[in-house]
């Protein structure tokens, strides 16, 4: 738990959130501004600044991350179709929550290469 990280706050539940999945390690939620009909971000409950961070000891953390992703996409009945995911990085990434998660969209066809 980072005080003032607004992602450590919406885990604690200090900050509400539209909750879809939850364990020891791993939390999901609606995003708040979907860029997709089906917008949800998977984060680590660890918290790392972004995907830089991740180091050695966080392979299994950053794999049970996308497997969930890969379940949650499932559940909503994105696999079908299909759907994108999506890490921003720092700046150039477009990166404005600086904690680490995993956008998955889908709901329409994306378009390449991303803006
Ligand atoms: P980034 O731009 O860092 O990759 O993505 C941050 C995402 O967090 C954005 O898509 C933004 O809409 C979402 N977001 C920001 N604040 C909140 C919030 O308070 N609640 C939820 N559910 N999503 C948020
Ligand atoms: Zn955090």
């Known amino acids: ?4 990280c607004l992602f ?8 509400p959130s539209n ?3 939850e364990d020891k390690d791993v939390y999901a939620f609606h995003d708040i501004n979907p860029a997709a009909p089906s917008h949800v971000l998977i984060i680590p409950k660890k918290h790392l ?3 830089t961070e991740a180091k050695d000891q966080d392979a299994e953390l950053i794999g049970k991350l996308v497997l969930r992703a890969n379940t949650i996409a499932e559940e909503i009945g994105l696999t079908e179709n299909g759907f994108r995911y ?5 700046s150039d990434g477009g990166q404005t929550v600086f904690h680490l998660h995993l ?3 889908g709901g329409r066809p994306m378009s390449w290469p991303p803006g």
Not at 1 to 4: E, I, L, R
Not at 86 to 90: A, D, F, R, S, Y
Request: charged content about 20%.
């Open 8 to 15: 450590c706050k919406i885990i604690s539940g200090d900050i």
């Open 1 to 4: 738990m980072t005080a003032d």
């Open 49 to 51: 600044h972004d995907i």
């Open 86 to 90: 999506v890490i921003n990085t720092g």
């Open 103 to 105: 956008h998955l969209l």
């Open 19 to 21: 909750k879809i999945y």
